[in-house]
Structure formats: C-alpha cells, structure tokens
C-alpha cells in the first residue's frame, strides 16, 4: 500500500496551561492521498483553522502548544522538523492561503516582488524568468492588467486583487499540498466561483492536495472528495463526500446541513444549533456535544463514543451497533 500524502496521527494543540487550558485540537487524525481534497468544516472554534495552521507549525508558541502527535508529510513528521527545515518545506511543498491576504502578504514589498522571491528562493529562478512566471501565476489567477500589477503595492489594489496575489504567491512553486483557511469567504461570489474553479483545475493538472477549510458546506459540496467534521477540538464524522451529504451520521452533521437555507423555501428559516461550542474543548467526560445533542442519552455523559467505522466514521453512541464496531485508525471520540 502507497504511503499517504499526509498522515496526522493523534495530534493535539492546547491554548494556555493548568486547568484554564484549552484543547483546541485534541487527538485528531487523519490522512490525505496525492491529488484529494478534503473538507474540514465546523463552527467558529471547533479547532478547524488551529488544525490547520498547525499542519505547518503556524501556531503562535505561546500561547499555543503542539503537545503532542505526528504530521507525516510524504513520511516525515512535521511536528519534529527543525526551523530551517520547516522554511524549505512552507511555501514550496507545502502552502497555505488565507481569507486575510495581508495574513501572507507584506506590505512593504510589491505584490509581484513577492511571488518572483519565492521562485527564486525554492526555484531557483533568475530575477527575469521569476518575473516572467509570476506575471504568468497573476494572469492564471485572474488578475487584469497582471503586468501592470506586478509593480503594486499591496495597499494600492482591491482586497480582492490582494486575495488573487497571495493564491498566486501560495500556486507559485507548485506546492504538493496547498491548505486553504476559509480562501473566499472575501470575495463576491462571481470571484468565489472562479478561484474555486482555478483550485479544482491546478488539482486536476497537477496532482496537487488541497485541504479546504470552511464553514460553507455548499463550498464543501462544490469542491470535496471528503468530509471530516469536527467538533471542540475531535473529528465527529469523516465521510467521502457524496456518502455525506446523501446523509450525515453524527447528530451535529445533520445540526449543520439543517441551518443551511434551501433554494425553494419560500422563506428560508436558518435552523441554528442551540448552545455554543464548550471552550476548553474536549477536557470533560461523555461526548462533548451532549450539551447540544436532541437525542443525548445516559451513556453520552458518561463516556466518550467510540469512534465506529463503516463506510463513514462517526464519533456517536447512535452508531455503536453499526457494521463494523472496532475504533477507527483515523479520527477520535468528541
Ligand atoms: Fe449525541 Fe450521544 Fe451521539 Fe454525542 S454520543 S452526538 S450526545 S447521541
């Protein structure tokens, strides 16, 4: 069996330490093969984007903490890598967007100096053929005028044509896994489309992996192979895509796609989840969704779920006696 792209295995990040301390991710795993895309969706702070910033040592320390967990990459971990190891492997293997250009772009150099040094750093390109090929990325992206843009200044274009640099900047050296934070919550949805369009196009030519992080579950339907959910910090329920949204398992699955509003509704009615997130994420006993779960029961507050795999894995007491009852190799209980 081929090694996958990307394997987390147990991986856990806390905020803060002592009894205040908050689980943010908290014993997540999960793999990616070459060329998929998978989805990770969930609340505001349900761990998505500190999962995802973690994946490439972006987690600010302190306050957060990688305590503990691997991140194979093409079978080497991530989370033991040296500084400079980590600098060759950001922006060349691995790159990762953003839904705040200005999170990855600086304000002091061009947009265009920006996407040519990082050619010539991993690249190795001359000065005229990284600018030759940045021009090239800007005009793949969309941007009019590419040119002409290349001499701008972040603060002198849209945020839109900021959000369109920085896709080229993270596109630039052909990344083998691109992860992308919310990439065009941003942008109108004209421009939404297109990027979108452009994501799926470099993964069909390429090969490239793309993790997509979002709250947008018809982002999700649009772009994913698969579907991992995730809930104060752990993976409520990982699906292929299709098997999803043909029927989620985990009782906040279905909270999630039912607060989606249907085209036909003659008045759409977003049906909100009672109850927020539990902050220090999964530190209690039972399943961290009992609070918010319509169809808790006894065992739930007592005892985390199993995480039962079928064809789906869902961390739920409801699936306890489905087909296959042994804990997943990827995912963990909430
Ligand atoms: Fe709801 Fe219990 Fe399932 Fe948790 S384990 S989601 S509380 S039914």
Redesign the pocket.
Same mark, same amino acid.
């Given at each position: 069996m081929t090694e996958p792209l990307l394997a987390i295995e147990n991986l856990a990040v806390h905020f803060g330490t002592g009894p205040g301390s908050v689980r943010a991710v908290d014993g997540v795993s999960l793999t990616l093969e070459r060329g998929e895309i998978l989805a990770v969706v969930g609340e505001s702070g349900s761990g998505k984007s500190v999962l995802s910033r973690a994946i490439l040592r972006l987690v600010r320390e302190p306050p957060g903490r990688l305590v503990g967990g691997h991140i194979r990459f093409e079978g080497r971990d991530i989370a033991a890598m040296s500084p400079s190891e980590l600098r060759a492997l950001r922006g060349d293997q691995i790159s990762m967007i953003f839904q705040e250009p200005m999170a990855s772009l600086n304000p002091v150099f061009t947009i265009g100096f920006q996407i040519s040094e990082a050619l010539r750093t991993h690249r190795s390109l001359s000065r005229r053929a990284a600018r030759a090929e940045a021009i090239r990325l800007l005009e793949q992206v969309g941007m009019a005028d590419a040119a002409l843009r290349y001499d701008a200044y972040p603060n002198q274009i849209s945020g839109g044509m900021c959000q369109r640099a920085m896709i080229a900047q993270a596109l630039a050296c052909r990344p083998r896994l691109l992860i992308a934070d919310e990439p065009t919550t941003a942008l109108d949805v004209t421009i939404q489309a297109q990027i979108l369009a452009l994501l799926r196009r470099l993964r069909d030519e390429t090969h490239m992996a793309i993790i997509l992080v979002t709250h947008n579950l018809g982002v999700v339907a649009e772009m994913a192979d698969r579907v991992a959910v995730m809930y104060a910090g752990r993976l409520a329920e990982v699906a292929d895509a299709q098997t999803f949204f043909a029927g989620p398992l985990? /009782?906040?699955s279905r909270g999630l796609m039912a607060s989606v509003p249907r085209i036909g509704d003659r008045v759409a009615t977003l049906r909100a989840i009672p109850g927020v997130i539990p902050r220090g994420g999964a530190a209690a006993a039972g &399943?961290t969704?009992?609070d918010r &779960?319509p169809?808790?029961?006894d065992i *739930?507050r007592q005892t985390p /779920?199993e995480f039962i795999q079928g064809g789906s894995r869902v961390s *739920?007491?409801?699936h306890a006696g489905s087909d296959i009852a042994a804990p997943a190799a990827e995912g963990a209980a /909430?």
């Open positions: 985990h /009782p906040y &399943c969704f009992r &779960c169809q808790a029961m *739930c /779920p *739920c007491w409801l /909430p």
